[in-house]
């Protein structure tokens, strides 16, 4: 087998379980407070992810980190996993998982606009024109498709449902200047999350311990959320001949997701999520056609 046919394979594979995510989300939110889903998935993510250190004797590279280095993942874990899922979490708990998942994938608008802001990259017309396209489906989700009373479906969860992209674009925008080792700053990061969650949670006098079926959640969204499907796809990211190619895979999980929402959470998905989340996923699609400038005749 090829490394490509190997990059498109464990690409797949994360994409399908991502795609799981939002079901798990829901269903673990009817066990759990949203904040303790937070801190048990991110203490098995952390769990995880140091043994992977430990298995592959990289752990010792974390007792000699910088203090800079430790003050970036102090103010990443800041934006992931902490305030990013607190934020998520808290809008499935209050939207239709179907209209949570597919709100959430308005990032890569965002990040276009934070680009433009803190990368001073250059917006175009064509790019104004995807992020209208992007945003009039946000809009048709909003509004459960009636534009003309323009009545958000719930306000609150709206706006946190689209406050966690931001939060996202702008932990990508941070990690794109990272140049640490992959695991190593992820498990520092989500260790740092795990202790302001761990916080925020005393700070609230929000403990307690999971049930059964809690626990099975969090242990799932813990594994394949954060730390199991990381793995596999920034490995598939390294195997890749194109990565632009396999990256594009991930867009394939919004609509797997609503597939699973509606068989494992029994939401009925309403033709309002699926013509919205065509037109936020075709929006972003559309910002990667390169147009090339026009060549004058001699």
Known sequence: MTQNKKSVILALAAV?????IGSAFKLTLGYLDFTQVLLYSSMVAVIFLGGLLLIRGKFGNILKVSMSSLGLSALMGLFNPFAYYLILLKAYSLLQAQEAVALNYTWPMILVLLSGVFLKHKITWFN????????????????????????LSDPLGVTLAL?????????????????????????????????????????????SIPGPEATLGVIYIGLFEM???FVLWLNALKLAENTAKISNLVYLSP????????????????LYTIAGLFLIIGGILLQQIKIKPKQEKL
């Open 16 to 20: 399908l379980l991502w795609s799981t």
């Open 163 to 207: 406050s966690s992209a931001f939060f996202w674009a702008t932990y990508w925008l941070l990690n794109l200047k990272d140049k640490r080792d992959t695991e190593e700053k992820l498990f520092l990061n989500f260790l740092f999350g795990l202790i302001y969650t761990l916080i925020y949670c005393i700070v609230t006098d929000n403990l």
């Open 128 to 151: 104004i024109l995807s992020l209208v396209i992007s945003f009039t489906g946000t809009i048709i989700i909003a509004t459960k498709g009636n534009l003309l009373d323009f009545n």
């Open 227 to 229: 730390g199991i499907t």
């Open 255 to 270: 609509f797997l997701s609503l597939m699973f929402v509606s068989i494992a959470v029994g939401e009925k998905i309403m």
